[in-house]
Each structure stands twice: as structure tokens, then as C-alpha cells.
């Protein structure tokens, strides 16, 4: 069962951008580790972009330079904000929640509270 909500999926062309928004209410917000992974047909879930208690992001490669993951606490929501979008970034967003203290979590085990998805597809 989804416990967070994501949105601003949609379709994009190659070259724009997109936001996406994780509401996470009741949560313990602040202190927990907020992640993006993204799932592409017949793959794994991947991670996209971390966020700690501290403020300091983390991405993954591929996405580093062209994605940026943000937090609102007085909102208890975080973002995925998604630039120079290419074919290769069409995939099911997920938003994820992981433990307090935590400074870096890249793998889906780190994280107990999930959304339900969002799809993102960039055409080209």
C-alpha cells in the first residue's frame, strides 16, 4: 500500500524538463532520508536522487548535472526537478522515505515508506 503520493508525471519532448512532487504527511519529515528511483520496463528499480537530513543531495551519474532533488518541511514535500530530459529518462518515478540520520541510501532496501508512481516518458 502507496504511503506517499507522488505527481507531475507526464510526457515531455527530448530537451525539456518536468517537475515531480512527493507529499509525505505524518511522516517524521525532516530528519529522514527522502529518495527519487526511477523503473524502466524489465529492469530494476534504480536510484535517481538522494536528499539526507542535512540538506546534501545525492545522484546518481546519470542524471547528475540535469536533475536536482529539493524538500519544503513546512509542506512536508520534496521534489524531483528534471531538465534536459532524453529518451533514456522515460521510466515509473518512485518517491521513497528511508531512516533518520541516514547519510547516504542508494538501494531500495534503505527505504521502507514508498509512493504509488508516477510515469515520466520523453520522446524524441
Known amino acids: 500500500q502507496a504511503q506517499l503520493i507522488e505527481s507531475g508525471g507526464g510526457s515531455v519532448q527530448a530537451g525539456g524538463s518536468l517537475r515531480l512532487s512527493c507529499a509525505a504527511p505524518g511522516r517524521a519529515f525532516d530528519n529522514r532520508i527522502k529518495g527519487w528511483f526511477r523503473q524502466a520496463p524489465g529492469r530494476d528499480r534504480d536510484f535517481v536522487a538522494s536528499?539526507?537530513?542535512?540538506?546534501?543531495?545525492s545522484y546518481d551519474d546519470s542524471v547528475d548535472g540535469r536533475f536536482i532533488i529539493s524538500r519544503d518541511s513546512a509542506k512536508e514535500m520534496f521534489y524531483l526537478q528534471m531538465h534536459l530530459l532524453n529518451p533514456e529518462d522515460t521510466a515509473f518515478y518512485f518517491c521513497?522515505?528511508?531512516?533518520?540520520?541516514?547519510?547516504?541510501?542508494?538501494?531500495?532496501?534503505?527505504?521502507?515508506?514508498w509512493g504509488q508512481g508516477t510515469q515520466v516518458t520523453v520522446s524524441s
Open positions: 536528499l539526507n537530513y542535512n540538506g546534501a543531495p
Open positions: 521513497a522515505l528511508g531512516p533518520p540520520w541516514a547519510n547516504a541510501a542508494r538501494e531500495t532496501t534503505d527505504y521502507t515508506d
